[in-house]
């Protein structure tokens, strides 16, 4: 190795003052090294708040996010209940259609049934139309017995009447016959009386010429 040779006076001090001014130097590049390390530390430090910040943007979204989901949940759920209360109407509306069409049934069943009175009562007067109609017949032929009744007793009368009719005649006849056999007796009578009055008056003739 090589010993270092001594310097004169004046190099020393340039040397020294270029040490200083190194040191200098080299202080302000470290104080500059720090400041540059300071704004690095910044640097960082901003960066980290803006990571942070970022972190919590995204969170945020994720918040956001979450409830836009959930929103999205609820419209859904409300869209649900929509739908569910539009069945709800439907089956409401076809209950009361339901309910209208019974009504419509009963209505018709009510009709038919007054109908089925209506036709019942209608029978009914036909019944009592022919009840009456039968009791008119029944009527009728006991008029028409009742008239041949009177027929049958007019004939008997009729028939009496002939007999009586008859009996007159015969009575008449015997009466003619009897009257016949009185004007024959009579003339009989007369006869014989005319007979005697002549012999009477023969024999007082007679009796006159011949006493």
Same mark, same amino acid.
């Given at each position: 190795?090589?010993?270092?040779?001594?310097?004169?006076?004046?190099?020393?001090?340039?040397?020294?003052?270029?040490?200083q001014?190194?040191?200098?130097?080299?202080?302000?590049?470290? %104080?500059?090294? /720090?400041?540059?390390q300071?704004?690095?530390?910044?640097?960082?430090?901003? $960066?980290?708040?803006?990571?942070? =910040?970022?972190?919590?943007?995204?969170?945020? /979204? /994720?918040?956001?996010? &979450? *409830? @836009?989901?959930? @929103?999205? $949940?609820?419209?859904?759920?409300?869209? #649900?209940? #929509?739908q569910?209360?539009?069945?709800?109407?439907?089956?409401?509306? #076809?209950?009361?259609?339901?309910? !209208?069409?019974?009504?419509?049934?009963?209505?018709?069943?009510q009709?038919?049934? *007054?109908?089925?009175? &209506? !036709?019942q009562? +209608?029978? =009914?007067?036909? $019944?009592?139309q022919?009840?009456? *109609?039968?009791?008119?017949? %029944?009527?009728?032929?006991?008029? $028409?017995?009742?008239? &041949?009744?009177q027929?049958?007793?007019?004939?008997?009368?009729?028939? &009496?009447?002939q007999?009586?009719?008859? +009996?007159?005649?015969?009575?008449?006849? @015997?009466?003619?016959q009897?009257?016949? %056999?009185? *004007?024959?007796?009579?003339?009989? =009578?007369? #006869?014989?009386?005319?007979?005697?009055?002549?012999?009477?008056?023969?024999?007082?003739?007679?009796?006159?010429?011949?006493?």
């Amino acid at each position: 190795m090589t010993t270092p040779r001594p310097l004169p006076a004046a190099n020393t001090n340039s040397l020294q003052q270029q040490q200083q001014q190194q040191q200098q130097q080299q202080q302000q590049q470290q %104080q500059q090294q /720090q400041q540059q390390q300071q704004q690095q530390q910044q640097q960082q430090q901003q $960066q980290q708040q803006q990571q942070q =910040q970022q972190q919590q943007q995204q969170q945020q /979204q /994720q918040q956001q996010q &979450q *409830q @836009q989901q959930q @929103q999205q $949940q609820q419209q859904q759920q409300q869209q #649900q209940q #929509q739908q569910q209360q539009q069945q709800q109407q439907q089956q409401q509306q #076809q209950q009361q259609q339901q309910q !209208q069409q019974q009504q419509q049934q009963q209505q018709q069943q009510q009709q038919q049934q *007054q109908q089925q009175q &209506q !036709q019942q009562q +209608q029978q =009914q007067q036909q $019944q009592q139309q022919q009840q009456q *109609q039968q009791q008119q017949q %029944q009527q009728q032929q006991q008029q $028409q017995q009742q008239q &041949q009744q009177q027929q049958q007793q007019q004939q008997q009368q009729q028939q &009496q009447q002939q007999q009586q009719q008859q +009996q007159q005649q015969q009575q008449q006849q @015997q009466q003619q016959q009897q009257q016949q %056999q009185q *004007q024959q007796q009579q003339q009989q =009578q007369q #006869q014989q009386a005319v007979s005697i009055s002549s012999h009477l008056a023969a024999s007082t003739h007679k009796s006159c010429l011949y006493p």
